[in-house]
């Protein structure tokens, strides 16, 4: 295990943020994963555990140590010709699997095709997109406990998983390692094309009976033009979390602002889409010197170059401010702010 001192983080966030950590390692087997969790650094000071960096802002340098996870490897743990079980390390690219399972037919995460970072921080906040989250898939993930060095099985309730959400960013915030994540993908797939876009885009290459590439290619042409891509402007994606507000609140709100969007969630509530309340309070492609929000996604918030994480905060909170102003909604930030 090698640990270095005074590392930039700039190339290990989406949001291109330059700041440094004390200490920083690779964990690339499970090895260095036990050797870590008992070494002094790790247990008694300040630690971090990174992956891909596409969900974290920095707002200073880390007085600590920053582990990035690279553990690799996929394999098929089981296959009966209708399901098959999937397990892959935690530092594996999520894309790549996205493609692993694309490759070997198996349905089930092509509608969260190109969604950056890694397997291991996939369930951290449930991803999800078009439709899908991989709550729908998952079978269990392995992690190990920071304090006792013993590793766990977490299975789907144990994971106790909501919208953007796990028991790892609650209850159990910075107390595991996520080491691999296992995934039931199925054969001969039900795809899911419920979310609007794809069923246009299909539509619009003529494609009436879509196979699981096909929803891929569709969901990864949306994103393209949707998101931008972090290799050309820092950004980690949806900044803030959709709100879900009551029905109550909703009609209210729609006797003021008429074409509010919203839709009903598993429980009744409804969840109105943040990007729509933030250009709503005219902050869609408003630029700040080297940080703004982007001009195709409200939601996403952008580093040009040479933004810092503290002013990227500070215009978080100004929207929240505006937004709460204008609808009386509060927006939590999706992303980990460090
Ligand atoms: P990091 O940013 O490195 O870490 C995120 C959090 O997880 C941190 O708190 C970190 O400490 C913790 N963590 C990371 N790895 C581990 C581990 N092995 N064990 C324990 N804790 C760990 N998200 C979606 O859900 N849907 C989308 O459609 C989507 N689109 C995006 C588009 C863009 C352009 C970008 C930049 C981001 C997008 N995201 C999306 C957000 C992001 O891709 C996901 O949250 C992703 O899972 C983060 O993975 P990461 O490896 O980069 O995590
Ligand atoms: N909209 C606006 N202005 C905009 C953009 C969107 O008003 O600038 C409104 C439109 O009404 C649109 C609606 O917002 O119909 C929804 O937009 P979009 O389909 O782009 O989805 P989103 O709600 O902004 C969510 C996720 C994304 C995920 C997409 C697709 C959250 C916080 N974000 O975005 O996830 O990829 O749906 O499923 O739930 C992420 O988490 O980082 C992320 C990118």
């Known amino acids: 295990m090698v640990i270095e001192n005074n590392i930039s983080l700039k190339g290990f966030n989406t949001f291109n943020i330059d700041v440094t950590a004390s200490h920083f390692v690779t964990i690339d087997s499970h090895e260095v994963l036990k050797q870590l969790v008992r070494h002094p650094l790790f247990e008694n000071g300040n630690a971090l555990v990174l992956g891909g960096g596409s969900n974290v802002l920095f707002t200073r340098n880390f007085d600590g140590i920053v582990a990035r996870n690279t553990i690799g490897g996929i394999e098929i743990l089981s296959d009966n010709g209708i399901i098959a079980t999937i397990r892959a390390g935690a530092g594996v690219n999520w894309h790549d699997l996205v493609a692993y399972a694309l490759n070997n037919n198996l349905g089930g995460i092509e509608n969260l095709s190109l969604i950056p970072g890694t397997v291991g921080a996939a369930p951290m906040q449930n991803i ?34 909501g919208y953007r959400n796990s028991i790892f960013k609650s209850e159990l915030k910075d107390k595991y390692i996520i080491s691999s994540v296992t995934l039931n993908l199925t054969r001969n797939h039900e795809i899911n094309t419920s979310y609007g876009a794809i069923e246009e885009t299909l539509k619009e290459w003529s494609i009436n009976n879509p196979t699981i590439q096909d929803v891929s290619e569709a969901v990864i042409s949306i994103r393209s033009t949707k998101l931008p891509d972090p290799k050309k402007i820092g950004n980690a994606g949806s900044f803030f979390k959709n709100p879900v507000i009551t029905l109550d609140q909703y009609y209210d709100l729609k006797k003021t602002w008429t074409g509010m969007p919203g839709y009903t969630d598993s429980e009744g509530h409804i969840k109105v889409p943040a990007a729509w309340l933030i250009e709503k309070s005219g902050w869609k492609g408003k630029r700040r010197g080297e940080i703004g929000v982007h001009e195709n996604q409200a939601l996403v918030l952008v580093n040009f170059g040479q933004g810092s994480g503290k002013d990227l905060f500070y215009l978080a909170e100004e929207i929240q401010k505006s937004v709460y102003k204008n609808f009386r909604i509060t927006l939590d930030p999706e992303v980990n702010i460090i």
């Not at 992690?143 to 309730?157: K, L």
């Open 128 to 161: 999800g997109a078009y439709g899908v989250e991989i709550k729908d898939v998952f079978a269990n993930l392995e992690a190990v406990n920071r304090q006792t060095g013993i590793f766990q099985i977490f299975d789907d309730q144990d994971c106790q998983f």
